[in-house]
């Protein structure tokens, strides 16, 4: 067994795919549309045959209450894998992003928090050193 979709939900397609591609440096893998949305997923230029991040519509009533109940106490939605935080969060501040907290070392793992304009924060993460070291 194996992850094939992960999703973060998104108040808006169109604004999520220019996001996270044209700033993430993700890359568009599959748009089907699907009436008012689309079945949009994005795939990490590293490995285009890997897990696709679904960008879901946020339309279901549940989702709004809960996505604004975690920005507002700062817990990020989801987390993806950097190589080096510090650089990342230098390469994306440079690009507009806003982060909510900066590059921080937590144990063997640094952290930062991004709003990536659609109703979500997301972590960045990296390895200081690994595990049982």
């Given amino acids: 067994m194996r992850i094939n979709l992960a999703s973060v939900l998104v108040s808006d397609q169109a604004k999520a795919l220019e996001f996270y591609t044209t700033k993430l440096g993700f890359v568009k893998k599959n748009d089907v549309p699907m009436g008012e949305v689309s079945w949009l997923t994005v795939v990490s230029p590293e490995d285009p045959d890997g897990v696709e991040l679904v960008l879901e519509p946020d339309s279901h009533p549940a989702v709004r209450p809960f996505l ?59 390895m200081i050193q690994a595990p049982g070291e």
Avoid: H, K
């Avoid at 604004?68 to 969060?89: H, N």
């Fill in 68 to 126: 604004d109940a975690l920005v507002a106490d700062g817990i990020p939605f989801t987390s993806f894998a950097v190589t080096d935080v510090q650089a990342e969060y230098e390469r994306l501040v440079a690009l507009g992003v806003e982060f909510t907290q900066p590059p921080t070392a937590m144990g063997p793992v640094t952290t930062a928090v991004f709003d990536d304009t659609c109703g979500n924060l997301i972590q960045i993460a990296a």
